[in-house]
């Protein structure tokens, strides 16, 4: 593969960094302190094309490809990591599904909409019993002449409180359990379907959470998307997708608590001298930046599996585990060079390290990549 990507991807990044310097920057802090979506951001981001990167251009999408998703993924996610994963879920959970699984009246009906931040969608899989094991769902799609009846509670939804469509999975053959679920869209004024809880989080408080409560809600039987009984297909070949999105979070993440470390480094001056000068603190950056390099250099290699349309179910796992891991000891090492101040919410890096913790448990725990890895090592 290339690694140089040329004008566009750069000036594609460029855009996204004054974005987020310009219209997240500012307000992160206190919208993180009362856990508020910026959602003028969010529709702003998809008037700039960044909702549609997935999407054809005979479809309203700009069709950027996953190495410029990458890069916007990146740039946002250094500075407001719940905006970001609001803009995963659009581009990877829900545009990227329905073009690859929607019927023709599915793809005119909502991806002109969805790419520009018309519409908002989400991606409702998880249950109260049903999290790392899907195939565990209890909700269920009865079928009723043409039309489905949807019952059932959906649990921890990413942009769940905004959402116009959901794609959801229920039971349409329980007696199957994995092999009789099915991928439904829903418009969110469907009667029946009312937003439950809306979740208190430790990170990333600038996205929403919320249970997903579906109450006798009727659905034509054209909402079915995908093929009925094969909807945890329709789940898994999205997460691969979704995936390189959550990697391209971490490294953003990892890559704004470098920035922030550095920066305070060549600031604070303990015992005569800047942290920058001490071995210790300059062994802790050349550690730190080691490992965003390795684990963005992996990230465009998947990226460009996804582009050039190769299979990447291994590698996305892969990048998923290593990229959040990665976060993991980057921000925990960005804090303590900050020492005490570090814990104070004045510094952008204690929000960071918070945001970080989630990588490593959607769209798949770390145990489930190394189930996913091994799976696929054995098979060899
Ligand atoms: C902020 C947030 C946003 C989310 N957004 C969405 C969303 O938009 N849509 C959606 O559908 N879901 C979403 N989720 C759900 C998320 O994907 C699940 O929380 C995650 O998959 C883990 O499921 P669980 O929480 O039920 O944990 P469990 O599955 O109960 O796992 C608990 C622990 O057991 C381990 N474990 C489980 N099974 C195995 C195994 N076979 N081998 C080894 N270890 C195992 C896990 O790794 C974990 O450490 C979100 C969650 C959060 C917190």
Not at 55 to 80: C, H, Q, R
Not at 222 to 242: P, R
Not at 266 to 278: I, N, P
Request: charged fraction near 25%; proline fraction near 2%.
């Amino acid at each position: 593969m290339d690694f140089n990507f040329g004008d566009e991807h750069r000036l594609i990044c460029e855009e996204a960094r004054k974005f987020a310097e310009r219209r997240l920057a500012p307000v992160v802090q206190e919208l993180d302190e009362r856990q508020e979506v910026n959602l003028d951001a969010l529709r702003e981001l998809g008037s700039l094309g960044f909702l549609g990167m997935t999407v054809p251009e005979e479809l309203g999408g700009t069709n950027l490809g996953a190495s410029a998703y990458v890069g916007v993924m990146i740039e946002l996610s250094k500075v407001d990591a719940g905006t970001s994963v609001g803009v995963s879920v659009q581009n990877s959970l829900v545009n990227d599904t329905i073009v690859k699984w929607g019927t023709d009246e599915q793809k005119a009906t909502y991806l002109p909409k969805l790419a520009t931040g018309e519409l908002f969608g989400c991606f409702s899989l998880t249950e109260g019993n049903a999290g790392s094991d899907p195939g565990s769902l209890k909700a269920t799609a009865v079928q009723d002449g043409d039309s489905f009846i949807l019952n059932g509670t959906k649990n921890f939804t990413t942009n769940g409180g905004f959402a116009d469509v959901i794609i959801a999975f229920f039971q349409t053959d329980p007696e199957r359990g994995a092999k009789g679920v099915s991928a439904f869209l829903v418009p969110s004024s469907t009667p029946g379907f009312r937003v439950g809880r809306h979740e208190n989080k430790l990170g990333i408080r600038t996205s929403s959470t919320t249970e997903m409560v579906f109450e006798n809600c009727r659905v034509p039987a054209s909402a079915l998307l995908g093929q009925l009984n094969k909807g945890l297909n329709v789940a898994l070949t999205t997460l691969d997708g979704g995936r390189v999105g959550i990697a391209a979070q971490a490294v953003g993440i990892a890559e704004g608590a470098l920035d922030e470390a550095v920066k305070y480094a060549k600031e604070r001056v303990q015992f005569g001298q800047k942290l920058a000068d001490l071995q210790a603190i300059q062994f802790m950056l050349a550690d730190m930046a080691t490992e965003v390099e390795v684990a963005k250099t992996m990230l465009y290699r998947v990226a460009w599996l996804k582009d050039t349309h190769q299979k990447h179910t291994r590698e996305s796992a892969m990048i998923k585990l290593f990229a959040s891991e990665m976060a993991h000891r980057v921000c925990h090492k960005a804090l303590q060079i900050h020492g005490g101040y570090g814990f104070m919410k004045e510094f952008r890096v204690e929000r960071l390290y918070r945001d970080q913790r989630i990588t490593e448990i959607y769209e798949g725990t770390s145990e489930i990549q190394r189930v996913v890895i091994a799976r696929s090592v054995l098979a060899d």
